[in-house]
């Protein structure tokens, strides 16, 4: 089993950054791909970003290119997402994920979930 712990959501304003923190404990060495998505209000969840923890490969949704950035310190077993220039269209609940899949941007591929963590931009 992984456990993972997210932190660092909160409400701030359009244009402001955040990171988000993604802790796992557990059997991580069982896992090769950490993940985050999205879920909206309304809206279906979403793939935002990936990263592998051998190497180091990155993989984002094109809707986040450019302003996200996902990165991973593996002495600590934790993931990070920083979130820059943030729009009201950014405002959900960031779950991460973690994957012994190599597929990084199907949902169903992640074995293991966090419990969220909201992130609320206003305009």
């Known amino acids: 089993q992984v456990q993972l712990v997210e932190s660092g959501g909160g409400l701030v304003q359009a244009g402001d950054s955040l990171r988000l923190s993604c802790a796992a404990s557990g059997r991580t060495f069982s896992t090769n791909t950490m993940g985050w998505f999205r879920r909206a209000p309304g809206k279906e969840r979403e793939f935002v970003a990936a990263i592998r923890w051998s190497g180091g490969s990155t993989y984002y949704a094109d809707s986040v290119k450019g302003r996200f950035t996902i990165s991973r310190d593996n002495a600590k077993n934790t993931v990070y997402l920083q979130i820059d220039s943030l729009r009201p269209e950014d405002t959900a609940v960031y779950y991460c994920?973690?994957?012994?899949?190599?597929?990084?941007?199907?949902?169903?591929?992640?074995?293991?979930w966090g419990q969220g963590t909201q992130v609320t931009v206003s305009s």
């Open positions: 994920a973690a994957s012994t899949y190599i597929m990084y941007y199907d949902a169903s591929r992640y074995n293991y």
